[in-house]
T-cell receptor, first 117, second 114 residues
Framework: AQSVAQPEDQVNVAEGNPLTVKCTYSVSGNPYLFWYVQYPNRGLQFLLKYITGDNLVKGSYGFEAEFNKSQTSFHLKKPSALVSDSALYFCAVRVVDRGSTLGRLYFGRGTQLTVWP | KAGVTQTPRYLIKTRGQQVTLSCSPISGHRSVSWYQQTPGQGLQFLFEYFSETQRNKGNFPGRFSGRQFSNSRSEMNVSTLELGDSALYLC?????????????FGPGTRLLVL
């Protein structure tokens, strides 16, 4: 079965410090990995994705993520956190379902990031 | 370019009623997917439409249905509402369908069933 795990419900970091939001996945076949961010009462905003190629993916708002195939991880990182980065972050994987030529997004449970001044 | 729009943004219904939610994708996007977000279950896939055809379906009862029109706009219908249907319903669009495509989400419709 396809699954995504975000082992931390909450991450707290001081402004200016680096941040990491963790994500691990379990899929059959090649994973296509995504990070989204959700602000209160808003939909999900796309941050970045990994399809193939460089393991380090750069995305919006200074975020980047590192794909590690051996550890089946896709951690989200930012060198210097901002208070405005405080939000709910979702990792997602899209795989082809058995019997289908298409895929759906499987989401992690989300990690609440709080950046304090 | 305008983003994904969803109407209405908020909705209150009572048990047993039915509801229709609407989604207009980004211009030029032909694939529309629907997701349900609840605190208990997180984000769950409902279905995906492409070129007016349902291409993929999640594990939801038949009370949940949808359709897509020739202009790519999509509607989702929930009949015989239950309290557990209270959720944020998110629509996402992408240019094409396929595993590499990025889905862009709308703001959602928050449904409260009393």
């Amino acid at each position: 079965a396809q699954s995504v795990a975000q082992p931390e419900d909450q991450v707290n970091v001081a402004e200016g410090n680096p941040l990491t939001v963790k994500c691990t996945y379990s899929v059959s076949g090649n994973p296509y990995l995504f990070w989204y961010v959700q602000y209160p009462n808003r939909g999900l905003q796309f941050l970045l994705k990994y399809i193939t190629g460089d393991n380090l993916v750069k995305g919006s708002y200074g975020f980047e993520a590192e794909f590690n195939k051996s550890q089946t991880s896709f951690h989200l990182k930012k060198p210097s956190a901002l208070v405005s980065d405080s939000a709910l972050y979702f990792c997602a994987v899209r795989v082809v379902d058995r019997g289908s030529t298409l895929g759906r997004l499987y989401f992690g449970r989300g990690t609440q990031l709080t950046v304090w001044p | 370019k305008a983003g994904v729009t969803q109407t209405p943004r908020y909705l209150i219904k009572t048990r047993g009623q039915q509801v229709t939610l609407s989604c207009s994708p980004i211009s030029g996007h032909r694939s529309v997917s629907w997701y349900q977000q609840t605190p208990g279950q997180g984000l769950q896939f409902l279905f995906e439409y492409f070129s007016e055809t349902q291409r993929n379906k999640g594990n939801f009862p038949g009370r949940f249905s949808g359709r897509q029109f020739s202009n790519s706009r999509s509607e989702m219908n929930v009949s015989t509402l239950e309290l557990g249907d209270s959720a944020l319903y998110l629509c996402a669009s992408s240019v094409l369908t396929g595993t590499q495509e990025t889905q862009y989400f709308g703001p959602g419709t928050r449904l409260l069933v009393l």
